[in-house]
């Protein structure tokens, strides 16, 4: 009665908490509540001793079972609602199915061990009998737990997520998945590049799914011939190019350097998206605004040319030739 209450009580409610509790009430509190009466009922009854021994076993099993379901069922609860909260639904789903079956491992040993020690089984003596083949196992296993140890540290860390692009040495691409073992990554020509998670967590890496805007930097050069009132108008001009792009913000366009054939600008600006198309356009679309506005205001790139003086045999006067 009291439960039917308090359930109506959690639908009225919009935190998942209070159901969590009274599921847990539910499906373990109050099992384990009815075993222990039917144990203690049982305790004032006359049996032989070996029925006895048995009834214990048996309560003390059903028990320690029924706080393992509940200890693993608190872990993914956590998970689910609160470590992993703002992650999305992909990223939790895969999660949760490679770190909940670690949990339950973890858990139904520690279950066990205590199972076995309360019904009288020597565990040091067990852990010392199993030292030497551990350690034979650890050291061939020793790679596959260090795979599985990085795994752990990607996953608390996060250096990079599932849907991220990113440079890794030679490689790079979409990561596509992020396995206990192994990362995959899909390149841009489509081939899927699997890597082990020591080296993903081990490499320098460049993430660029998580950079929010694009510095791009360049230089133009005019000919010399460029008369100094349209060097003057040039940086204005780029900053109203730039500003008049969308996505694009102008940082700045100076006169920067004399050239062995151009006078040169320097020009900086920003791409206010990651979207490697959108960086792609908005360059395109700004460098055929200069050649526009160039060709209207009638100043010429420069291009590399020389001069070169060729004395005649003759003795005549030297030839400027320009190539």
Request: charged share 20%.
């Amino acid at each position: 009665m009291i439960l039917k209450r308090l359930k109506k009580f959690a639908e009225k409610t919009t935190t998942s908490l209070d159901d969590f509790i009274i599921m847990i009430i539910h499906k373990f509190v109050i099992p384990m509540l009815y075993l222990g009466s039917i144990y203690l009922g049982l305790k004032y009854l006359t049996f032989p001793e070996y029925i006895t021994k048995i009834l214990n076993v048996l309560t003390l099993s059903l028990v320690t079972i029924f706080i393992i379901r509940m200890v693993i069922s608190i872990f993914e609860y956590v998970l689910r609602n609160f470590w992993l909260k703002n992650e999305s639904l992909e990223a939790v789903s895969g999660t949760i199915k490679v770190l909940l079956p670690a949990i339950r491992i973890v858990v139904w040993s520690v279950g066990v061990v205590f199972l076995l020690s309360n019904l009288g089984f020597d565990i040091s003596a067990m852990i010392a009998g199993l030292g030497i083949s551990g350690v034979a196992i650890a050291l061939a296993s020793q790679a596959i737990f260090k795979d599985i140890f990085n795994y752990f540290v990607i996953l608390f860390d996060k250096p990079f997520v599932a849907g991220d692009y990113v440079v890794v040495g030679d490689f790079m691409g979409t990561i596509e998945h992020i396995g206990l073992k192994s990362t995959r990554i899909t390149s841009l020509s489509g081939e899927q590049i699997i890597m082990s998670n020591s080296d993903m967590a081990e490499s320098r890496m460049r993430n660029y799914k998580r950079m929010s805007t694009r510095r791009i930097s360049f230089k133009i050069g005019v000919t010399y011939e460029t008369g100094l009132d349209k060097l003057k108008e040039i940086p204005q001009l780029i900053e109203q190019i730039i500003s008049s792009v969308e996505d694009a913000k102008f940082d700045r366009s100076h006169f920067s350097q004399y050239g062995d054939f151009s006078l040169n600008f320097e020009i900086v600006y920003y791409v206010l998206s990651r979207d490697y198309a959108t960086y792609m356009d908005v360059q395109q679309e700004i460098n055929y605004k200069l050649k526009d506005e160039f060709d209207k205001r009638g100043i010429e790139f420069a291009y590399p040319t020389q001069t070169l003086f060729v004395s005649k045999v003759d003795g005549m006067e030297n030839e400027e030739i320009k190539k």
